[in-house]
């Protein structure tokens, strides 16, 4: 039986701190958050491990992008498994700004000034389709003259990324040659763009199936494997069913705002992955039930100070 600690805040504590102090709080989803800090801090630490990080595209939209960028340019994680919206935001932000709104703003209004709304964010039609066009059909063509017919999409992201700047989550994953993969390559800007560059370009390929072999390679020869897990749909479901060939997961932490009761894979917690074998018995798991863009920063930040 251990005592429920009160906080005791002071001016200028630091991230790690505050978390320790959560740990010893015994409440609710502060408790849950500095079990996923250590989960994660020990997950970081092991030797001979593949970590995955998985995310769905909102969150790139927001400053948490910049979260993002930071662990992968820490070489934090071996693969990152994401949406194609992600490619979208991460390219469209090292050359156009997003701006605050409102989550009751007018969307008739916006509609009509060529805004469109990501919840409280906004994106003019410039900073989103006019740019990632303008870009992609730059880069399609700088690939195509370099006489590369077929592409994973990991290998697609990596010719963007080396073609960004710093700024880019795209960026740094080239440059560590950490693959980003994207089972709906189709569905957004960038997937769109790939389809329009190819009614001109009909040798073009977009290879899936290289994606899974790299995939195959890397889960069959891991020893142990972890994954920070963020939202659900079919970046979850990818990182999870890869691991049930390695009998599952050795480590799993999930922030999610998905309810479990409706049978969805976002809302579906530890436990229900270890039924299929996609997380080990033995695991160590936690869920975060919370907004990344709150959770995650904080997360990071207190990893970071005790790493």
Same mark, same amino acid.
């Given at each position: 039986?251990?005592?429920?600690?009160?906080?005791?805040? *002071?001016?200028?504590? *630091?991230?790690?701190?505050?978390?320790?102090?959560?740990?010893?709080?015994?409440?609710?989803?502060?408790?849950?958050?500095?079990?996923?800090?250590?989960?994660?801090?020990?997950?970081?630490?092991?030797?001979?491990?593949?970590?995955?990080? &998985?995310?769905p595209? !909102?969150?790139?939209a927001?400053?948490t992008?910049?979260?993002?960028?930071?662990?992968?340019?820490?070489?934090?994680?071996?693969?990152?498994?994401? %949406?194609?919206?992600?490619?979208?935001?991460?390219?469209?932000? !090292?050359?156009?700004?997003?701006?605050?709104?409102?989550?009751?703003?007018?969307?008739?209004?916006?509609?009509?000034?060529?805004? *469109?709304?990501i919840?409280?964010?906004?994106?003019?039609?410039?900073?989103?389709?006019?740019i990632?066009?303008?870009?992609?059909?730059?880069?399609?063509?700088?690939?195509?003259?370099?006489?590369?017919?077929?592409?994973? %999409?990991?290998? #697609? !992201?990596?010719?963007?990324?080396?073609?960004?700047?710093?700024? &880019?989550?795209?960026?740094?994953? +080239?440059?560590?040659?950490?693959?980003?993969?994207?089972?709906?390559?189709?569905?957004?800007?960038?997937?769109?763009?790939? +389809?329009?560059? *190819?009614?001109?370009h009909?040798?073009?390929?977009?290879?899936?199936?290289?994606?899974?072999q790299?995939?195959?390679?890397?889960? +069959?020869?891991?020893?142990?494997?972890?994954?920070?897990?963020?939202?659900?749909?079919?970046?979850?479901?990818?990182?999870?069913? +890869?691991?049930?060939?390695?009998?599952?997961?050795?480590?799993?932490?999930?922030?999610? %705002?998905?309810?479990?009761?409706?049978? &969805?894979?976002?809302?579906?917690?530890?436990?229900?992955?270890? &039924?299929?074998?996609?997380?080990?018995?033995?695991?160590?798991?936690?869920?975060?039930?919370?907004?990344?863009?709150?959770a995650?920063?904080?997360?990071?930040?207190?990893?970071?100070?005790? #790493?």
């Amino acid at each position: 039986m251990e005592k429920v600690r009160d906080f005791e805040l *002071s001016k200028g504590v *630091s991230a790690g701190a505050l978390v320790r102090q959560m740990l010893a709080s015994g409440g609710f989803t502060a408790k849950n958050l500095a079990v996923a800090v250590e989960i994660l801090k020990t997950m970081l630490k092991e030797k001979d491990i593949f970590n995955f990080l &998985s995310f769905p595209a !909102c969150i790139i939209a927001t400053g948490t992008r910049g979260v993002v960028r930071d662990m992968v340019k820490q070489k934090w994680f071996h693969v990152l498994v994401t %949406t194609c919206g992600t490619l979208d935001h991460d390219l469209a932000r !090292c050359y156009r700004d997003y701006y605050h709104g409102d989550f009751y703003m007018d969307d008739k209004a916006l509609h009509k000034r060529g805004i *469109s709304r990501i919840g409280n964010v906004l994106v003019p039609n410039a900073s989103y389709g006019e740019i990632i066009e303008e870009k992609m059909e730059e880069f399609l063509n700088s690939v195509y003259a370099e006489g590369k017919r077929e592409l994973a %999409t990991y290998e #697609l !992201c990596w010719e963007i990324g080396k073609r960004l700047n710093e700024n &880019s989550i795209l960026y740094w994953c +080239w440059k560590n040659r950490i693959p980003v993969i994207v089972p709906g390559i189709t569905d957004g800007a960038v997937g769109y763009q790939l +389809w329009l560059f *190819s009614q001109d370009h009909r040798d073009l390929k977009i290879n899936v199936l290289k994606d899974e072999q790299l995939l195959n390679d890397m889960v +069959w020869q891991a020893k142990k494997s972890g994954a920070l897990i963020i939202g659900g749909g079919i970046s979850k479901h990818h990182v999870l069913w +890869w691991n049930l060939f390695k009998k599952g997961l050795d480590y799993a932490v999930y922030i999610t %705002t998905a309810v479990e009761y409706d049978g &969805s894979l976002s809302g579906a917690r530890p436990r229900e992955a270890i &039924s299929w074998g996609k997380i080990r018995e033995k695991a160590k798991t936690i869920t975060v039930e919370a907004d990344a863009t709150m959770a995650l920063p904080l997360m990071y930040a207190a990893v970071l100070e005790r #790493l």
